[in-house]
């Protein structure tokens, strides 16, 4: 599928063969991580949201959302369930009471590490195939690929705990 260059005469991949590759390789380790975190009672998505909660809460919905790089609807409805959940409790701002913070609970902060543990094991297993040399290399790809189409983060608010 790729092309032939001339320079060195090899065979280059083409961005429909790295779109391919860079597809499977996000589903394989999404649904590992999931299936990781699922054996510690979470998923993927809402240990992203709840660790983000932890890291920098009291926050607004959309300051999750910007954070995690999902949609309010959808930050809204993880929060939702997590509030079910007894790991997030809406607060009232007191400097601006029409404002709603959402805050880990003392259980929430506990779940956010558990997560977090299986998370960092997860990844230390599903990265264990490339040389731990060549990790700030694919960093620096994923971050330049990445760059032009992420959520502007909320003002005072930095990159996701989960995703780097």
Known sequence: MGAVDDEDSVEQPSAVDLADGFGRAAKILAR??????GEA???F?????LVEVVRLGPI?????????GIS??????LLDALTREGLVTRTTDPADRRVTRVVATAEGRQR???WMRAYDSAAEELFSPLPRS?????LDIVRVLVADHEMPAAEGEGE?????
């Open 41 to 43: 009672g979470g998923s």
């Open 112 to 114: 956010a590490e558990l």
């Open 45 to 49: 998505a809402r240990a992203r949201v």
């Open 134 to 138: 060549r990790w700030p290399e694919l």
């Open 72 to 77: 309010q609807g959808t930050a809204s409805a």
């Open 32 to 37: 590992r991580f999931d299936d990781r975190l």
């Open 160 to 164: 996701s705990t989960l995703d780097g």
């Open 60 to 68: 607004r919905v959309t300051g999750v959302s910007q954070a995690v």
